[in-house]
Nanobody
Framework: QVQLVESGGGLVQAGGSLRLSCQAS????????MGWYRQAPGKERAFVAS???????DYADSVKGRFTISRDNAKSTVYLQMNSLSPEDTAVYLC?????????????WGRGTQVTVSS
């Protein structure tokens, strides 16, 4: 079992930045893929970014060039640096992890952290 806890969300003005963190805990040997989704009010959950244990990354087109995903394997933590934020980025951001593979989804999910971008 893997537990994921996100942090770092909050309220920021358009053009600003935030850094989200997600720490994994529990009984596991290693985690291959970790990543982020987001869900805005009234919309479906959407992929944001993912990273493999080796550091390979994958981004949604909507965040390329603005968001950067990274991870610290020693701390079992994944980060999402978000720059040039716009109101369209307002959503609950959810972290996921997959011990077995690197893909645009995961076996385990956090509860999410709210990001609100004001205009």
């Amino acid at each position: 079992q893997v537990q994921l806890v996100e942090s770092g969300g909050g309220l920021v003005q358009a053009g600003g930045s935030l850094r989200l963190s997600c720490q994994a805990s529990g009984r596991f040997f290693s985690i291959n893929g970790m990543g982020w989704y987001r869900q805005a009010p009234g919309k479906e959950r959407a992929f944001v970014a993912s990273i493999s244990a080796g550091g390979s990354t994958d981004y949604a087109d909507s965040v390329k060039g603005r968001f950067t995903i990274s991870r610290d394997n020693a701390k079992s933590t994944v980060y999402l640096q978000m720059n040039s934020l716009s109101p369209e980025d307002t959503a609950v951001y959810l972290c996921y992890a997959d011990p077995a593979s690197w893909r645009r989804s995961g076996e385990y999910w956090g509860r999410g952290t709210q990001v609100t971008v004001s205009s």
